[in-house]
Nanobody, 120 residues
Framework: QVQLVESGGGLVQAGGSLRLSCAAS????????MGWYRQAPGKQRELVAT???????NYADSVKGRFTCSEDNAKNTIYLQMNSLKPEDTAVYYC??????????????WGQGTQVTVSS
């Protein structure tokens, strides 16, 4: 089992920045990638970003150029730096951990979620 604890959500004005953190513990040897999903009220859940243990990243088109996913393998922690935030980025953001083979990310574990609210 892998436990994920997120932090860093909150309220920010449009154009502002936030950084989310996610610390993984437990059987982290069983995962080779982590990622961030988000879900806004009434909308489908969206995969925002993924990062492999080698540091390779992928982003949804909606956040490319604004969000950056990074990792600290020594701390088993990943980060999501969110810049130039827009009201449409408002959602609950979930940290996940799982596997990424041939570019297909499959989450096995989920964090509790953290609310990000961007005011206009």
């Amino acid at each position: 089992q892998v436990q994920l604890v997120e932090s860093g959500g909150g309220l920010v004005q449009a154009g502002g920045s936030l950084r989310l953190s996610c610390a993984a513990s437990g059987s982290t040897f069983s995962i080779n990638a982590m990622g961030w999903y988000r879900q806004a009220p009434g909308k489908q859940r969206e995969l925002v970003a993924t990062i492999s243990r080698r540091g390779s990243t992928n982003y949804a088109d909606s956040v490319k150029g604004r969000f950056t996913c990074s990792e600290d393998n020594a701390k088993n922690t990943i980060y999501l730096q969110m810049n130039s935030l827009k009201p449409e980025d408002t959602a609950v953001y979930y940290c996940t951990a799982g596997s990424d083979y041939f570019g297909a990310y499959a989450p096995d574990y989920w964090g509790q979620g953290t609310q990000v609210t961007v005011s206009s």
